[in-house]
């Protein structure tokens, strides 16, 4: 269990009625079956509380919680007002998100971003563009990078390998690019280190002030080393701690941790502080 209590950008809650949701779909089956080995989760759910208790074992303060829109792309919805009663009955521990199919009407998309960001205080939106196999440079996103600049709202991206059986070249962290030239005020998190493409990530990261990275869904002692090195030395302020919990369980994440050998200083800024800042929170 970390010291410092953690805030993690990408978890995904399974209570029984959102696993079916998500066990309707091969993709997902596949991921949770054959990548994680986790068919469980799938197949019977995790109650919320069970969730909650695996948090406080691990020292885990706040998650982020995002709904998923793609029922033009993939037949998944979880509504975003779920996850604004998810926050309610979890006060103080979720971080809402809103999810926005890529595929949707893109009007409606803006007034869905305004409502639960500026109503409702959701923090970030949440997008995976290779469900729709776009990449996140095409121009359908650029109204919604511009609401978000607006708003104030980080916009968190599936970058890397998609694990799910759906075309992995619009995860290319390169293709983060021009959005961060075009949108210098934009705060993008690409997810997952962007592995096989980390050192596309690492140069993102590098070159844009407002680019930053989180390690969801890669245990510890699968990261690729040029990403701890960057972690450690001039990423220090750049990578963000995330599990996608439950595809990683906390116990399979932090099992292997003290083995990074993190600083007092950078195990603080990649668990919570570097979060913090990029959504704009104390």
């Given at each position: 269990m970390?010291n ?7 978890v995904?809650?399974m209570p029984?009625?959102i ?9 997902y089956?596949h991921?949770?079956?054959h990548?994680f ?5 799938i197949n019977?759910?995790i109650p919320l509380e069970e969730m ?7 020292n885990?303060?706040?998650i982020?919680?995002s709904?998923?829109d ?6 998944l919805h979880?509504?975003n007002e779920?996850v604004a009663?998810?926050a309610e009955?979890l006060p103080?521990?979720v ?5 926005i199919d ?6 409606e998309s803006?007034?869905?971003i305004?409502?639960f960001?500026?109503d409702?205080g959701?923090?970030?939106?949440r997008?995976?563009p290779y469900?729709?196999d776009?990449t996140p440079?095409d121009?359908r996103?650029?109204p ?8 104030d709202?980080a916009v968190?991206?599936?970058v890397g390998?998609?694990a ?7 995860g290319r ?5 021009r959005v ?8 993008l998190i ?17 070159k ?5 990275f989180s390690?969801?869904?890669h245990a510890p002692d699968?990261w690729p ?5 960057f972690?450690?030395?001039r990423?220090?302020?750049k990578?963000?701690?995330?599990t996608?919990w439950?595809?990683i369980?906390y ?12 600083d007092?200083q ?8 570097n979060?913090?800042?990029v959504?704009?929170?104390?």
């Amino acid at each position: 269990m970390p010291n410092t209590p953690a805030i993690d950008v990408s978890v995904r809650p399974m209570p029984r009625e959102i696993a079916e949701r998500y066990g309707r779909l091969p993709e997902y089956r596949h991921i949770f079956e054959h990548i994680f080995r986790r068919p469980d989760v799938i197949n019977q759910g995790i109650p919320l509380e069970e969730m909650v208790a695996e948090m406080d074992r691990h020292n885990i303060e706040r998650i982020l919680v995002s709904g998923y829109d793609a029922r033009l792309t993939r037949n998944l919805h979880v509504e975003n007002e779920w996850v604004a009663a998810l926050a309610e009955k979890l006060p103080g521990r979720v971080i809402p998100g809103v999810g926005i199919d890529p595929k949707r009407d893109i009007m409606e998309s803006l007034d869905e971003i305004e409502r639960f960001g500026r109503d409702k205080g959701f923090r970030f939106v949440r997008m995976l563009p290779y469900a729709a196999d776009l990449t996140p440079d095409d121009r359908r996103f650029y109204p919604i990078y511009a609401k978000c600049c607006e708003l104030d709202m980080a916009v968190w991206l599936q970058v890397g390998h998609t694990a799910g059986l759906m075309p992995s070249d619009p995860g290319r962290p390169i293709y983060l690019d021009r959005v961060a030239l075009d949108f210098p005020r934009l705060k993008l998190i690409g997810g997952h280190i962007g592995w096989p493409w980390e050192s596309e990530m690492i140069a993102m990261a590098l070159k844009h002030p407002n680019v930053y990275f989180s390690t969801c869904a890669h245990a510890p002692d699968h990261w690729p080393p040029a990403a701890l090195q960057f972690l450690k030395t001039r990423g220090k302020r750049k990578v963000i701690f995330g599990t996608n919990w439950p595809y990683i369980g906390y116990d399979r994440y932090f099992q292997d941790f003290d083995r990074l050998e993190l600083d007092p200083q950078t195990e603080r800024l990649f668990l919570r502080d570097n979060l913090l800042r990029v959504l704009g929170l104390q």
